[in-house]
């Protein structure tokens, strides 16, 4: 079946890096565009950054421009999210999500929390 | 900066009707706006219920439906279950490569 597993969150300092990754399986993970949306802790979604299949083109919540990257390798079918500079408002749970019919988010991933704290 | 708003909270009967809306501050929402809508409840990443503003994801019981009512997109759940009790989020295609979630609707079935 269709599955997303996200990885390599955890406590980070202020100003620090981490990055988290997404393997893919069930699908064609080298054609299918990819999202990572987040939650803060008690709060709603956020959407953070999406690649399409090629990474020929990635776009950014300004939010997150210029300190986040969001990569993929297609022969390990996996996505990555790139963090630096981290603040304490990024603390949340980061969910990958494939890019589906209409627009939309599905499947997604059990998520990763990310926790930025001294 | 582009706001989706959706109410914050409401409650419905057991069996009872439950619109729940979406809207954009900078005017009115459309088809091309591609509305879907996603249930989440506390622990679970979101299950995806409606794309393409009225089409229902693979699962979903057709008590769930979507459509546009004057200026916003609208998720409306026909004889509501208890465990239709969950958080409610719509995102927007606000502009290419730009999506854009509301705020949440935390829905009470009592």
């Known amino acids: 079946q269709v599955q997303l597993v996200e990885s390599g969150g955890g406590v980070v300092q202020p100003g620090g890096s981490l990055r988290l990754s997404c393997a893919a399986s069930?699908?064609?993970?080298?054609?299918?565009?990819m999202h990572w949306v987040r939650q803060a802790p008690g709060k709603g979604l956020e959407w953070v950054t999406f690649?399409?299949?090629?990474?020929?083109?990635?776009w950014y919540a300004d939010s997150v421009k210029g300190r986040f990257t969001i990569s993929r390798d297609n022969s390990k079918n996996t996505l990555y999210l790139q963090m630096n500079s981290l603040r304490p408002e990024d603390t949340a749970i980061y969910y990958c999500?494939?890019?589906?019919?209409?627009?939309?988010?599905?499947?997604w991933g059990q998520g990763t929390l990310v926790t930025v704290s001294s | 900066q582009t706001v989706v708003t959706q109410e914050p909270s409401f409650s419905v009967s057991p069996g009872g009707t439950v619109t729940l809306t979406c809207g954009l501050n900078?005017?009115?929402?459309?088809?091309?706006?591609?509305p879907s809508w996603y249930q989440q409840t506390p622990g679970q990443p979101p299950r995806t219920l409606m794309y393409?503003?009225?089409t229902r994801s693979s699962g979903v019981p057709d008590r769930f439906s979507g459509s546009i009512l004057g200026n916003k997109a609208a998720l409306t759940i026909t004889g509501a279950q208890a465990d239709d009790e969950s958080d409610y989020y719509c995102?927007?295609?606000?502009?290419?490569?730009?999506?854009?979630f509301g705020g949440g609707t935390k829905l009470t079935v009592l």
């Open positions: 999500a494939k890019m589906s019919s209409g627009q939309s988010f599905d499947p």
């Open positions: 069930g699908f064609i993970f080298s054609t299918s565009g």
């Open positions: 690649t399409r299949y090629d990474e020929s083109h990635k």
């Open positions: 900078s005017g009115s929402v459309s088809t091309s706006h591609q």
């Open positions: 393409s503003t009225n």
């Open positions: 995102v927007l295609y606000v502009a290419t490569g730009i999506w854009v």
